[in-house]
């Protein structure tokens, strides 16, 4: 089992950041990367971000690219998303979730299958 515990999250106004922090324990070992996704009022769940353990390779959803950073400490315990130039349709719920995607796969939940409780993410006008 791997047990996933999001913080960071909170108010913010448009314009500013926020850095969220994904605490990692149990059988980290058996998942090949981490991710974060989020998940709007009335909408479906989506990709935000994900890092291959091996390699340190990043992947990022088209609407993040440039403003979110996805890191890890070096001892695989902790996942960080930055977000700089936050919008008002950034505000969700943010989750962390860790699996074994693959590459072609990395942006799909499905292939994840540990997840956190999530952080509200505000983003005000």
């Known amino acids: 089992q791997v047990q996933l515990v999001e913080s960071g999250g909170g108010l913010v106004q448009a314009g500013g950041s926020l850095r969220l922090s994904c605490a990692a324990s149990g059988r980290t070992f058996a998942s090949t990367a981490m991710g974060w996704f989020r998940q709007a009022p009335g909408k479906e769940r989506e990709f935000v971000a994900a890092?291959?353990?091996?390699?340190?390779?990043?992947y990022y959803a088209d609407s993040n690219k440039g403003r979110f950073t996805i890191s890890s400490d070096n001892a695989g315990n902790t996942l960080y998303l930055q977000m700089n130039a936050l919008k008002p349709e950034d505000t969700a719920v943010y989750y962390c979730a860790a699996g074994t995607p693959v590459i072609a796969t990395i942006q799909y939940d499905k292939d994840y299958n540990y997840w956190g409780r999530g952080t509200q993410v505000t983003v005000s006008s």
């Open positions: 890092i291959f353990w091996s390699g340190g390779r990043t």
